[in-house]
Structure formats: C-alpha cells, structure tokens
C-alpha cells in the first residue's frame, strides 16, 4: 500500500481512477486498486470505453449477442458501457457503504450531442438512472449555460451528478446555484437530501494548455515566468468559491435539511507538457473535502514520487488572483480562454462519442459477421 497515497487520502483528498474497462473489472484490477491504492471512485467517458473495445475479448460475447439481436449502435453502446459501470459500482459499494455515501462513486456521461439542449440531457439522465440502478452512481452532466436546468433538474428528481467541463470561476459559481436550487426542489418533491450527492469537475490541465499557448505568442518579458501556473492558480480560487458558496445562509439552510456539500473535483490532472512534474495537478492542489480523478499513469506517479506537502490550497488565493491580474497584463483574456475551452470541450466530448459509436459500429460489424 502506498504511503504517499494514504498520506494523500489523510489529507482529505478523495482519490478517483479516470478510467475503466471490463478487463480491469473481470481481472479484479480495480479491486486491488481500491485495497492497494486508496482508489475510492471511478470516471469514465466515451473515449475511455472506445479505447478498451477495442482492445482484448472482455466484450466479444455481449458484443455478439448484440449484434445478433440487431441491437442497434447506440442502443448497444448504452447496453455495453452501463454493464460496465454497474458493475463498477458494485465494486465499489463497500466503499461507498464504509464512508456513509460520500465516496464509492462511479461517473457515467450523458451523451455529449445533447450538451446544448436541456430536455434531452434530463431525459438521457433519468434512463441512465434507471438503467444502471446504484446509489452510489453518479450522472454526469456538462456545464453549459444549457446543463445548468438539467443538472438542477435531476437533483430534484434525486438523481446525483457529477457536473462536467468547468473552466471559469463564473461557470463554477453557476453550477454552486445549480445545485442548491435542485436541492431546494428535491426538498420540496419530499426525497431525502442526505441520499442525493454531487461533485463538480474543474478541469486543471486544459486552462494550462490554453494559456500557455497564448503566453508562447506574447512579447512581454514577464510572459514565459507566468508559463504553466494559471490551472493551479484556476483551481485554487474555485475552491475559495466553494467555501464562500459554502458559508451563505443558504446552504446552511440545506446543510441542516440534511444535504451534502457538492465536492470540487479536479479533472484533466494528467499533466499535458512533458517538462512538467508528473504530479503538479495533484501535489499542488491538496485541501480537505475534494476529489481528485486521475489516469492510471498519474496515480502510479502521485504513488511513485508525489509530494504530499498539507493543504496547498488554502492560504495561497491572494498569489492566485496576483497571477490571474499578471497574465491580464500581459495580454491574456481569461473570459476568451474558458470560452474557448467550453467550446472546444463541448467538441470533443462528442467527437469521443463519435469515436465509441464508430468502435460499438464495427465491433457489431464484425461478431455479426463472424456467426
């Protein structure tokens, strides 16, 4: 068991595998990861499942009962990838027992297509709900102006979900009232709030990519210093929200009805630049009550050689804001980069759609062929 790892835990990070496959599940990899790493949750997206059908025989013999039932692809892509998670979930449902319900979770996405429209993003929800049938299941939804009704829409109905693709402190402040305002429904509906749990996923990696690649084209002599700190730096004044969100009457309101408070996640913690340490977006973001999800090579790393140093959040949002204004005067437009960001997560949320829906396609193709 890796001390580095527990140490992390202790600290309050909730650690999560950013990954999952039916061999990682048949072979009971995931299992060992939870007794021998700490693993206390699982995400998952379409390119995620893309990438394990294709690889191995995990999937042959329901990929072929599929194809000769004439399922069609995205019929057999929810078919295949709600097996997987279900199962997941009952790997995990000691751990979600043992921590009263705050951790043991396991993420499934809406599809990504429907991220601009509100209706079909509730109705993928509740059949995601219903098809996989774990308490410790999580939905996730993606952040767009058009999630937000949907994410406050399926909390009502006591659907718990991991809110998806936030980049900016004004979208996060958005989500933060997304939930509470579910909650305030699902009160209101009579369900329990202590049964329905949310995280909400900032993403790290990607503002770094973004912003360094417009600090690369400035003149300004400041600019290469300021390199590859703005995701951390991002990250830090999210959780200043979260804990200013967190001290309103408001949620004391719903605190004392029973709620739980809607975790910060950090996402795309696997480091984009090769110069970079391998464990930045997680020895630099450690603070109590949050979640960090992981690629297996980073978690391997983080148990390797990562630097568990206390909370290096807190205390450090002054120096965050300072770099925030540095990179305004050189030149960088914060709300140009989340934008962007939005817009082109948004993109490649489906475009991994497209790409497991071509995987399912072919895979159909060819178990149907063989009988």
């Not at 909390?155 to 980049?167: A, D, H, K």
């Not at 925030?324 to 140009?336: E, F, I, Q, S, T």
Request: aromatic share 6%; glycine share 8%.
């Amino acid at each position: 068991m890796s001390a580095i790892l527990k140490k992390l835990s202790d600290e309050g990070v909730s650690i999560w595998l950013d990954d999952i496959s039916r061999e990682r599940l048949r072979s009971g990899n995931l299992t060992e990861l939870v007794r021998d790493k700490h693993v206390v949750g699982v995400t998952s997206n379409p390119t995620i499942f893309a990438k394990a059908l294709g690889q191995g025989s995990a999937y042959d013999d329901q990929v072929r009962d599929l194809a000769i039932r004439g399922v069609d692809v995205e019929e057999a892509a929810r078919a295949i990838t709600t097996h997987d998670i279900r199962w997941a979930c009952d790997v995990l449902r000691p751990v979600h027992d043992r921590t009263g319900g705050l951790d043991g979770r396991v993420s499934i996405e809406v599809d990504p297509r429907l991220a601009r429209e509100t209706e079909k993003t509730v109705a993928e929800a509740r059949a995601l709900w219903w098809m996989v049938d774990r308490p410790n299941l999580y939905i996730k939804i993606p952040a767009t102006v058009e999630g937000l009704p949907a994410i406050s829409q399926a909390l009502s109905e006591g659907i718990s979900v991991n809110v998806t693709l936030i980049f900016s402190l004004q979208r996060y402040g958005q989500v933060i009232d997304a939930y509470f305002e579910g909650l305030e429904r699902a009160r209101a509906n009579g369900h329990d709030l202590s049964k329905i749990s949310s995280v909400a996923s900032f993403f790290v990696s990607r503002v770094d990519t973004e912003i360094d690649k417009r600090l690369d084209k400035s003149d300004a002599p400041e600019a290469a210093d300021l390199r590859s700190k703005a995701g951390v730096a991002n990250a830090r004044l999210a959780y200043a929200l979260f804990e200013e969100k967190s001290a309103t009457d408001r949620w004391r309101a719903l605190a004392d009805a029973g709620a739980r408070p809607q975790r910060p996640l950090w996402a795309s913690t696997g480091v984009k630049d090769p110069a970079l340490p391998d464990t930045l977006y997680v020895d630099e973001l450690v603070a109590p009550g949050i979640v960090n999800t992981m690629p297996e090579a980073t978690l391997d790393a983080v148990a390797d050689h990562g630097q568990v140093r206390g909370d290096t959040v807190r205390g450090r949002y002054e120096d965050a804001w300072n770099h925030m204004a540095a990179l305004k005067r050189v030149g960088v437009d914060y709300d140009d980069v989340v934008r962007v960001l939005e817009e082109e997560g948004v993109e490649k949320f489906e475009a991994s759609w497209g790409e497991l829906l071509a995987t399912v396609g072919r895979e159909l193709a060819d178990k149907g062929g063989a009988q």
